[in-house]
Every structure is written in C-alpha cells, then in structure tokens.
C-alpha cells in the first residue's frame, strides 16, 4: 500500500466517525453507538457467515459499513448484500460504496414486511449492528422471530451488544445461542452473539 493510498484512505475513516457522531448526538437511542464498529469487531462478526451459503445476506444497521467491509473482505459477494439502513446519510455513503449491494432504506424491526420484495429465497446469514437493548424485549422477540422466518435452517443470525447480558435471551424454544469473548479492540468493548434455529 502506498503512502499515498494511506492517505487517501485515513480522511474517510475520519468522515466517517465524525458523521457517526453527528448522527449520535441527533438520534442516539436510533444510532445506538458513539464511534463505527472496529476492524477487531466487524471481522469478528463476519467471520460467522459462510461465504460460500447460497442465498442473499442481510445486513441491518450497517451505518458507514465497517461490517459490510469485513463481509466483503470474508469473501461475500457485494451483490448478494441486502444492507437495511434508517439513516438516509448513511444509505447515501453505503450506496456510493457498495454500488453492486442493494441498500434498502427503513426500519429494520419491521424486517419481514420491509423486505418482502427483496428476499425471494432463504436467506445465508443476517449480521445485525441494530442497538437491541435501547428495545423492549417484545421488539427484540418480533425482530428474531422474523430473522427466523427469513434464513435458511442453522443459519446465523449474529448480532453484537455492549452489554454483559444476552441482547436476546438465550432460553428461547428452538434457538441455540452462543456467545465470543469479550473484543476488547472496540470503543466501548463489545461481544458478538450467534443465534441459530435449532
């Protein structure tokens, strides 16, 4: 990589922590973070889904799209990408530089009638950066009640939190649960859990 690449690369980053906090101070309980999810984190959640799955994967509230990065860099296809954004700003940057991804602007606790018309097949995997415990816990049961219903059998749906308890419970029927260690590279540290239909 040349310096000058370097260079050209450093100022995004910064554009993008400085238009994640903007849209913090506007809308924290929506935003959910402070700062964009680090390298550390968004390979750790992309390291759960399986390049090679057939079928779309979904990606909700990736913001500037560290995540979907760490996707790509894991091997996923841009074009099999349904990356599901509230932030107009957002949607804007990840259409500029997912352009082959389909970026779909809404809310993403409304999942199964938002994507009725993009996802005609069983769904790889669906990585979520959505702030779940700013959430009643019936909002968090309908949004992987209708996670569920999209993927394909014991596929992931991997979610992360900062909180030291299960963003969803653990005891749900017929979901297995499974948590990383704590990733102690992120601002503030954070964990990814892995749901699974049993």
Known sequence: MTLHSVAEKKPLRLDDEMQF??????????TGAVMPSSKALART??????????GPVI?????????TEALVKQGVD???????????????????????????????????????????????????????????????LRLISDVMALLTPNAPFVQFTYAMVPPIPKALSGIT??????????????RVWVYRGA
């Open 59 to 67: 990606e909700l509230g990736p913001g500037t799209g560290p995540v």
């Open 45 to 54: 959640m992309a390291r759960h889904v399986d390049p090679n799955a057939s």
């Open 177 to 190: 649960a499974q948590a990383s260690e704590l990733i102690w590279l992120n601002l503030p540290p954070a």
């Open 21 to 30: 906090i903007r849209s913090w101070i506007e809308k924290p309980l929506s």
């Open 78 to 140: 841009p074009a099999r990408l349904i990356l599901v954004e509230f932030n107009s700003d957002f949607c804007r940057l990840l259409r500029a530089r997912y352009p082959a991804a389909t970026v779909v602007q809404g809310d993403a606790y409304r999942l199964r009638r938002l994507l009725t018309t993009y996802v005609t097949e069983p769904v790889a995997a669906v990585v979520s950066s959505l702030p779940l415990m700013t959430k009643p816990l019936r909002t968090r």
